[in-house]
C-alpha cells in the first residue's frame, strides 16, 4: 500500500533562516506531487506541483523554491524564511486517478 | 483552475442531526471532490463524483452534483462527535491536469 512521509512535524525557526521541508512516498511510482500550505487552518494554497523528476510547477510566486531530486521526493526550500512563511505545510500525492492523498503536514512556526 | 466555494463557512449542530455543506464552482468540470480535514492533520479523501453523476453515497454522505447550477452538496446524515472537522471541495476543471484548488472549506462541529 502507498504511504506519504512529511518532516519534520513541528520546526520552529528564526526569521532569516534557511528552510527545508521533506515528503517522500512509498509504494507508488512516477506520482504526482504537490506542496499546500495552509495558514489560519483554514485555506489551502497551492504552493508548487510536479509531475517527474525535475518538473516542477510554480503556483504563487514567494519566497519559496520545490525540488524533485528522486521519483518519490519532493522537498521545499528557503534560503531566508520570512514571518509570513508561518503555517501548515502539506505534501500530497496523486497516480492515475484525481484523487490527491495527503501528507501528516508540518507546522512551521517563524519568529 | 477550477476552485470551489463552501458553504456555509461554519457550521454546528447536535449529534444525530443531519450536517449540509454546499460547494459551487464556476466553469465545467469533469469531476469533484470533498475531502475532510481533521485539525493539525492532513486531508482525507472521502468522495469523487464525476460529471455525468447526479448522485453518489458512501456510507453516511450522501454527494449531489448540479452541473447546470454549478453546485455540490455533502449531506452527513446522522453526525457524530466524530464527525467535526473541515470540510473541502475540489472540483477539477477541464484542461486543469492534476491540479486541485481548494477553498476555504467548512468547519463543521457536531456537539454530543
Known amino acids: 500500500s502507498q504511504t506519504i512521509h512529511q518532516w519534520p512535524a513541528t520546526l520552529v525557526q528564526p526569521v532569516g533562516s534557511p528552510l527545508s521541508l521533506e515528503c517522500t512516498v512509498e509504494?507508488?511510482?512516477?506520482?504526482?506531487l504537490y506542496w499546500y500550505r495552509q495558514a489560519a487552518g483554514r485555506g489551502l494554497q497551492l504552493l508548487f506541483y510536479?509531475?517527474?523528476?525535475?518538473?516542477i510547477s510554480s503556483e504563487v510566486p514567494q519566497n519559496l523554491s520545490a525540488s524533485r531530486p528522486q521519483d518519490r521526493q519532493f522537498i521545499l526550500s528557503s534560503k531566508k524564511l520570512l514571518l509570513s512563511d508561518s503555517g501548515f505545510y502539506l505534501c500530497?500525492?496523486?497516480?492515475?486517478?484525481?484523487?490527491?492523498?495527503f501528507g501528516p503536514g508540518t507546522r512551521l512556526t517563524v519568529l | 483552475s477550477q476552485q470551489g466555494e463552501e458553504d456555509p463557512q461554519a457550521l454546528s449542530i447536535q449529534e444525530g442531526e443531519n450536517a449540509t455543506m454546499n460547494c459551487s464552482y464556476k466553469?465545467?468540470?469533469?469531476?469533484l471532490q470533498w475531502y475532510r480535514q481533521n485539525s493539525g492533520r492532513g486531508l482525507v479523501h472521502l468522495i469523487l463524483?464525476?460529471?455525468?453523476?447526479r448522485e453518489k453515497h458512501s456510507g453516511r454522505l450522501r454527494v449531489t452534483l448540479d452541473t447546470s447550477k454549478k453546485s455540490s452538496s455533502l449531506l452527513i446524515t446522522a453526525s457524530r462527535a466524530a464527525d467535526t472537522a473541515s470540510y473541502f471541495c475540489?472540483?477539477?476543471?477541464?484542461?486543469?491536469?492534476?491540479?486541485?484548488?481548494f477553498g476555504q472549506g467548512t468547519e463543521l462541529s457536531v456537539k454530543p
Open positions: 500530497a500525492w496523486s497516480g492515475s486517478t484525481d484523487t490527491q492523498y
Open positions: 463524483i464525476r460529471s455525468n453523476e
Open positions: 466553469t465545467s468540470i469533469n469531476n
Open positions: 509504494g507508488t511510482s512516477n506520482p504526482n
Open positions: 475540489a472540483p477539477r476543471g477541464e484542461n486543469q491536469g492534476g491540479k486541485l484548488i
Open positions: 510536479s509531475v517527474g523528476i525535475g518538473q
